[in-house]
């Protein structure tokens, strides 16, 4: 089992900038790879970004490339979503998930590679 907890959500401008954290605890060193999911209102749930045990090998949604960065904090087994330069289109609830696959194409991220998934922080951006 793992279990994740997600924080750093919260409402802001276009254009302004959040970082998500996601803590994991539990069998986090069999499920090594992390994933940032969002899903907003109505909208199936769309894959954001992934990152390796390593943290040298990083995946981002076409949609997200160059605004946001994805990293972790090996010691503190935690997982951050920095974003720049946030867009209305960018409001939705962001989950944080683990487990072994890693795709080098954004386009193989369905959500049903993982197992284990946080509860979930909202982001908002107003225009």
């Known amino acids: 089992q793992v279990q994740l907890v997600e924080s750093g959500g919260g409402l802001v401008q276009a254009g302004d900038s959040l970082r998500l954290s996601c803590g994991a605890s539990?069998?986090?060193?069999?499920?090594?790879?992390r994933a940032w999911f969002r899903q907003a209102p109505g909208k199936e749930r769309e894959f954001v970004a992934a990152?390796?045990?390593?943290?040298?090998?990083?995946i981002y949604a076409d949609s997200v490339k160059g605004r946001f960065t994805i990293f972790r904090d090996g010691p503190k087994n935690t997982v951050y979503l920095q974003m720049n330069s946030l867009k209305p289109e960018d409001t939705a609830v962001y989950f944080c998930a683990a487990g072994r696959t890693y795709y080098s194409n954004s386009y193989y991220y369905t959500g049903r590679e993982y197992e284990y998934w946080g509860q979930g922080t909202q982001v908002t951006v107003s225009s």
């Open positions: 990152i390796t045990r390593s943290g040298t090998d990083t």
């Open positions: 539990g069998r986090t060193f069999s499920n090594p790879v």
